[in-house]
């Protein structure tokens, strides 16, 4: 089979709201370990669009409009959202694999994020899931 030139192309990425784009961004560089690869601003400064990479696999953020509510604001205003968003685990969330699940765990956990479950073995690896400063859930897990 002949060598491909292109880029392998992500054939699903992930597309997360925020209420504010340029600190989300800034905050999963620093917490979760992203690259941003690209941002676009509005002339009020929300995002448009950004793209951040971790270890090969993108994610696309924006703002979409002033009315957007983020998990964690919603979930303030909803008492159904309070229930169902007591368990840990990560619901309408990212899972991302990790090389090193205790390391990313101290980053994330000292950059501020809400730990929803330190880290455990469970049957496919070891994990932690986490909530970023907006509510959006992760799941960061090391194949064994």
Request: with cysteine; net charge neutral.
């Amino acid at each position: 089979m002949a060598e491909s030139k292109h880029e392998e192309v992500q054939r699903i990425t992930p597309m997360i709201a925020y209420e504010n784009g340029p600190a989300a961004i800034d905050w999963l560089v620093r917490a979760f370990g992203f690259r941003e690869k690209q941002r676009m601003t509005n002339p009020d400064g929300s995002v448009s669009h950004a793209e951040l990479d971790f270890a090969g696999g993108r994610i696309f953020l924006s703002t979409p409009t002033k009315d957007y509510q983020s998990p964690k604001r919603h979930r303030e205003a909803c008492a159904a959202v309070r229930k169902w968003s007591k368990v840990p685990f990560v619901i309408d969330g990212l899972h991302v694999a990790v090389d090193d699940v205790d390391a990313h765990f101290a980053r994330a956990k000292s950059a501020g994020a809400t730990i929803l479950s330190p880290p455990e073995d469970g049957p496919f690896g070891r994990l932690y899931r986490a909530e970023d400063p907006e509510g959006h859930r992760w799941m960061f897990m090391q194949s064994l």
